[in-house]
C-alpha cells in the first residue's frame, strides 16, 4: 500500500470517529438530530410568542407593552398552519429585541389543540380557529372573554385575515400608520416626554435596562480594580436599599453577598489575576434584574435614532430616582456614592470629567435628601446645557428629543416663577425651587411607580401604603450590616438572604466610613 492511499485511508477513519462522536452525543429523538444535521439552514425562529396555560399570566402580566393580541388556533388547521406566515409578518413589527417599534403589541398565540390549554381556551370561549384578541395585558392575565360582554376591554380582531388587513386593524386602534416594510427607527411615533408627565411610568423598564449595561460594561471593560471595587459596593448599597425596581434590589443583594467570591480583595495586584476571568464568578450571572431583562429595547429612553438617548437616559433616570427616595441621613452617602460611581465607571471621558468637575465643586456636605435631589437636578440641566450646544453646532442632536432646560412649563408651569418675572437671558431660568423640589419628588417617585403598582413588582412606596417593600432604613446604606437590616425589614423573602449578609459583613477587612470629596 502506498503513503498516499494510507494517509487517504487515515483520514476517512478520522473523520468517521469524528462523526460517530457527534452521533453519540445526540438523543434519539431530540431535536439535536436536526441541529447537527442542518446547522447552516436554521429556521427563522417564530416572532410571536408561544404561550400555554402554566406561563400565560406571567408573560402577559410582566411585558412592557401597552397591548397585547393572542391568538388561539389549532396546530392541526389548514387555515392557522396558512394564516401563520402572516401573523409572524405582523409580530416581527412588535416582538423581541430586534423589534421595529418595540413596547406597542405583544402578540402571542396559544395552540388550542394541547391538553395543557385547554381551560385556557375555554376562559375566552374561543369558538373558531383562529381565533383574535385584543386587549391590555393585564386584563388577559388572570381574565377571559365571554361573546354577550359589553364592558370588556378585550375585544375581537374580526378583520385580521391577511397581514395588511391586521396591521391596518392595529393602526385603528392606535392612531398610528405602521407599514409591514417599516425599518428600525422608521415611521416612528413616539409619545413625548415634554408635555404628558404619565410618560415616565414607562420608564420602569429603562431603570432595569440601564442597571443592566452599566455593570456588562464594567465587566466587559474589567474595571473592578483596587482602587475602584470600595465605590462601587457603595453604589451597590445605594440600589439595594433604594433601586425603583424590586427585581434590581434582589440582585444587587445577591451581587454583594457574593462579592468577594466575585472580585476579591487583593485582585488586580501585580501577582494577582487582573479581573476575574471565571464566568462562573461573574455577577452579570446573578441576573442583576432579573431573568427578563436585558429585553434589547429602551421605553421612555427610546430614541428616534437608534444612537440617541437610550442608555444616558435610562442611566440618569436611575439617579433621580435614588435621589427623591433616599432619607435626609444619606443625602451625603448617596452624593459620594453617585459622584464615585460616575467618576471610576462611566467610560464616557468627557462626560465622565464634567460630571467630577460639578461634584469636586460642592463644598458643603449635603444634610437633606431635598439638597441632593436639587443638585442632581441642577447637575443635569448643566450637562444638558453643555450638550445643548455641541449637538446644535454638529448636527448630532436627536430631532423628536432636543436638550432642552428641564422641566418645560408643559411639564410644571409652577416650576417656573410667573411670567411678569423675567428670565435671566438665554437658558437661565428663575426656578421656584420648592415647586420643582415637589415636582421630581412626584416624577420620579410615585409617577415612575404607578405602571407596576397593581403587579406589586417595585414594591414602592406610595401614599396609599399599599406597597411597603421600599426600604426606609436611614442607616440602610451606611454601612453593609445597615444595608443588611434594610433588607431584613423590608421583605421577609429576603430575610434569608438578609440574614446571611449581615453574618458576612459583620467579618469583612473594609469598613466602608463616608468620605470627603477630596477623596472621590
Not at 410571536?48 to 412592557?64: C, I, K, S
Not at 398552519?81 to 418595540?102: M, Q, S
Not at 457574593?258 to 441576573?287: H, R, T, W, Y
Not at 406589586?456 to 437590616?485: M, N, Y
Request: hydrophobic share 40%.
Amino acid at each position: 500500500m502506498s503513503m498516499s492511499k494510507a494517509s487517504v485511508i487515515l483520514i476517512v477513519i478520522v473523520l468517521l470517529l469524528i462523526s460517530s462522536e457527534e452521533a453519540a452525543s445526540i438523543q434519539p429523538g431530540s431535536r439535536s438530530i436536526l441541529r447537527a444535521v442542518s446547522r447552516e439552514n436554521k429556521a427563522q425562529a417564530d416572532y410571536a410568542v408561544d404561550l400555554n396555560g402554566t406561563n400565560f399570566d406571567a408573560v402577559l402580566r410582566n411585558t412592557p407593552a401597552a397591548h397585547a393580541i393572542v391568538e388561539f388556533f389549532a396546530h392541526w388547521c389548514p387555515a392557522c398552519r396558512n394564516y401563520k406566515p402572516h401573523y409572524e409578518k405582523v409580530a416581527r413589527l412588535f416582538n423581541g429585541p430586534d423589534a421595529v417599534h418595540p413596547g406597542i403589541a405583544l402578540m402571542t398565540r396559544v395552540d388550542c389543540a394541547l391538553k395543557i390549554n385547554n381551560k385556557l381556551c375555554d376562559k375566552f370561549s374561543v369558538s373558531h380557529y383562529p381565533m383574535l384578541f385584543w386587549g391590555p395585558p393585564s386584563k388577559f392575565a388572570s381574565g377571559g372573554w365571554e361573546p354577550k360582554e359589553e364592558k370588556s376591554e378585550i375585544h375581537v380582531i374580526d378583520d385580521g385575515r391577511t397581514a395588511e388587513k391586521l396591521l391596518n386593524w392595529i393602526n385603528k386602534q392606535l392612531g398610528s400608520s405602521y407599514g409591514l416594510d417599516d425599518g428600525k427607527f422608521e415611521n416612528e411615533h413616539l409619545p413625548s416626554n415634554i408635555s404628558d408627565p404619565g410618560q415616565i411610568a414607562r420608564a420602569v423598564y429603562d431603570v432595569e435596562e440601564a442597571t443592566f449595561f452599566a455593570f456588562e460594561i464594567i465587566l466587559k471593560h474589567k474595571m473592578i480594580k483596587p482602587h475602584t471595587r470600595a465605590s462601587l459596593i457603595r453604589f451597590l448599597q445605594l440600589l439595594v436599599a433604594h433601586h425603583p425596581s424590586r427585581r434590581c434590589r434582589k440582585g444587587t443583594a445577591e451581587v454583594l453577598v457574593n462579592f468577594d467570591d466575585f472580585s476579591p480583595p487583593d485582585i488586580g495586584l501585580p501577582d494577582k489575576q487582573e479581573a476575574v476571568s471565571d464566568d462562573k464568578g461573574m455577577p452579570g450571572n446573578f441576573q442583576i434584574c432579573g431573568k427578563e431583562v436585558p429585553r434589547g429595547y429602551w421605553m421612555f429612553c427610546r430614541g428616534s435614532k437608534y444612537d440617541t438617548r437610550g442608555f444616558s437616559c435610562g442611566l440618569w433616570v436611575v439617579l433621580h430616582s435614588l435621589s427623591v427616595r433616599i432619607e435626609d441621613g444619606e443625602s451625603q452617602f448617596a452624593f459620594t456614592a453617585v459622584c464615585d460611581f460616575i467618576n471610576n465607571f462611566f467610560i464616557c471621558e468627557e462626560c465622565r470629567q464634567h460630571f467630577y468637575q460639578m461634584c469636586s465643586s460642592v463644598t458643603t456636605p449635603f444634610n437633606t435628601s431635598r439638597e441632593f435631589a436639587l443638585w442632581l437636578w441642577s447637575t443635569h440641566n448643566k450637562v444638558n446645557e453643555r450638550l445643548m450646544k455641541d449637538e446644535a453646532s454638529l448636527g448630532t442632536g436627536d430631532p423628536k428629543f432636543p436638550k432642552i432646560i428641564w422641566p418645560p412649563k408643559q411639564l410644571c408651569s409652577s416650576c417656573h416663577l410667573s411670567s411678569n418675572q423675567r428670565e435671566n437671558g438665554a437658558g437661565q431660568i428663575d426656578w421656584n425651587l420648592n415647586e420643582v423640589y415637589k415636582f421630581l419628588t412626584g416624577y420620579y417617585g410615585k409617577t415612575l411607580a404607578s405602571l407596576y403598582k397593581e403587579m406589586d413588582r417595585l414594591g414602592d412606596e406610595v401614599s396609599d401604603g399599599a406597597i411597603a417593600d421600599l426600604v426606609t432604613s436611614t442607616s440602610a446604606v451606611v454601612v453593609p450590616v445597615g444595608a443588611a437590616l434594610a433588607i431584613a425589614l423590608a421583605s421577609c423573602a429576603f430575610g434569608a438572604l438578609a440574614c446571611f449578609w449581615r453574618s458576612q459583613q459583620k467579618n469583612r477587612k473594609y469598613y466602608h466610613q463616608l468620605h470627603s470629596l477630596k477623596n472621590i
